[in-house]
């Protein structure tokens, strides 16, 4: 099959785009540069140069395959109402041409929740319109469905939301939790992310929520005694009042509790995370350097 995915040259999208071409699978990438575009090419895939903000290059690498995946949004929190905005057109353009196709199209979403269900309504969750947009797409004959990620998806290099815990540690002098530390995260290889995108695109059901979830829930505190040991830092609570002048932007992140299971998807696709655990990946890995 012809695959379209945009974020194909990322940190969850080359996973991804490995996995398919190994499978057999042609993929077009979506590059907004030229550095994305020669990744992309050496990595076996064609390369379609646009943006989530070209809507032509968007409709474009949509018409020409056989399904869509669709990794892509920009993390930059500084400019978060736009991205979540940008994201929302992205879908519904790539979701206007797959209409009526009974094609597959995939999207990343977050905010994974313990029941494995996402309501139809504004749960609190920012990116809850993508979501939706994507899941209402089911009743208009597109297999789509939405794999929500968990806050940390790792591997030995980098651990989402714990790589800016680090970064902080090492500006502020000190390894935090937020309150008493009983707050959880869950967390998920990437290479187990990749492999649920490639198992949700090829046999997902439409209508489908799925969670990206291994580790159903790590304290915060144990996350941060495992950051203040390798950094040689003094590890403190931070009062709920002084969360956001501590930690900034990754505040919101840090007042949810993120518990999360994955058993109904792992039931669903036969989906089993098999690689190291997140607190395996910051005791191994490379997270520090």
């Known amino acids: 099959m012809r695959i379209f995915i945009t974020g194909a040259s990322g940190f969850i999208g080359s996973a991804v785009t490995k996995e398919l071409i ?46 869509v995946i669709n990794l892509g949004f920009n993390h930059d929190f500084s400019q978060f109402g736009a991205s979540i905005q940008t994201e929302l057109s992205a879908i519904e353009a790539m979701g206007e041409v797959l209409t009526g196709k009974g094609l597959p199209f995939v999207i990343a979403s977050g905010g994974p929740n313990i029941t494995e269900k996402i309501e139809k309504k504004d749960s609190g969750f920012p990116r809850i319109g993508s979501a939706l947009k994507a899941l209402q797409l089911a009743d208009h004959n597109v297999r789509s469905s939405i794999v929500r990620l968990a806050p940390c998806v790792h591997d030995k290099t980098k651990g989402g939301f714990v790589t800016a815990l680090i970064d902080i540690a090492k500006r502020t002098g000190v390894s935090a939790y937020p309150g008493d530390g009983s707050r959880r995260w869950c967390a998920v290889h990437r290479l187990d992310a990749a492999h649920l995108f490639c198992l949700a695109f090829e046999k997902a059901p439409a209508g489908a929520v799925l969670q990206a979830v291994a580790d159903t829930g790590i304290p915060l505190k144990v996350i941060a005694e495992k950051i203040g040991q390798r950094l040689n830092l003094p590890i403190r609570p931070i009062a709920d009042e002084d969360i956001e002048k501590h930690f900034g932007w990754l505040s919101m992140a840090l007042r949810s509790d993120f518990y999360a299971s994955s058993t109904v998807t792992q039931k669903l696709l036969d989906w089993k995370p098999v690689n190291p655990g997140l607190l395996d990946d910051l005791d191994n890995g490379l997270f520090f350097n």
């Not at 990595?43 to 056989?66: C, Q, T």
């Open 22 to 67: 190994n499978s057999g699978h042609e993929v077009i990438g979506l590059a907004r540069s030229d550095e994305s575009a020669a990744a992309l090419v050496k990595a076996g895939a064609k390369a379609l140069r646009g943006s989530l903000e070209d809507i032509a290059s968007l409709k474009k690498g949509a018409g020409e395959s056989d399904g």
